[in-house]
């Protein structure tokens, strides 16, 4: 008989939770052992019953999957995680990689797809549904120009991006750290960025760190 995969179910809504065990429990290569409906429960029913792999939500109260994902990787490396989440940006999803994902679904795949993810995740492998996939490999948007800074933004950005905090660009450039809260703002606002990792790499290809 070949050996089941153990999958611990993880979502904080209720109703997704039970269609996807409901679902999951019609395969006869899967064995539902556990659900829960945050990270932090998921690590503790994960020690419990030791679970090959994870099915687990992003978006969730008391631990998030990308925090609960890096807990993983320490705390049981053996167990496979595989996110499922509505989200298809492209720094969510390489966040989650980074954190030790071995793959991605969204979801709207289909149930057949799931399952197939399910399997190549626990063999192994990593698996990418065709709209995390996209995301990934899309082309990068063209960022904005480094000329819609003003001289004072760009020399804020510059200390953003060897790593000073507010306090110490305030002293370094001689304005009030609300001064500096305002400058960071209007620069994420003007570039489209959200995240300090995007504003370093925008910082280094445009040649404002060396």
Known sequence: MTKKIRVLLVDDHML??????????????????????????????????QPDLVLMDVSMPVLNGLEATKRFKVEQPQVKVLMLSMHNDKEYI???????????????????????????????GTYFSSGASQALF?????????????????????????????????SALT???????????NIKNKLDIHSSAGLVKYAIDHDLIK
């Open 175 to 185: 304005i009030s750290v609300r001064t500096v809260e305002t400058h960071r703002q």
């Open 94 to 124: 390489l966040s989650l990689i980074q954190s030790g994902a071995n793959g991605y679904v969204l979801k709207d795949v289909s149930s057949e797809e799931l399952v197939q993810a399910i399997s190549t995740v626990y063999q192994g």
């Open 138 to 170: 899309s082309p990068a948007r063209s960022p904005k120009q480094c000329d819609e800074l003003t001289k004072r933004e760009v020399a804020v950005l510059k200390e953003l991006a060897v790593g000073l905090s507010n306090k110490e660009i305030a």
């Open 16 to 49: 997704v939770l039970d269609g996807l065990q409901a679902r999951l429990e019609l395969e006869e290569n899967i064995d539902i052992i556990a659900t829960a409906s945050n990270g932090a429960d998921a690590l503790q029913k994960a020690a419990q019953t």
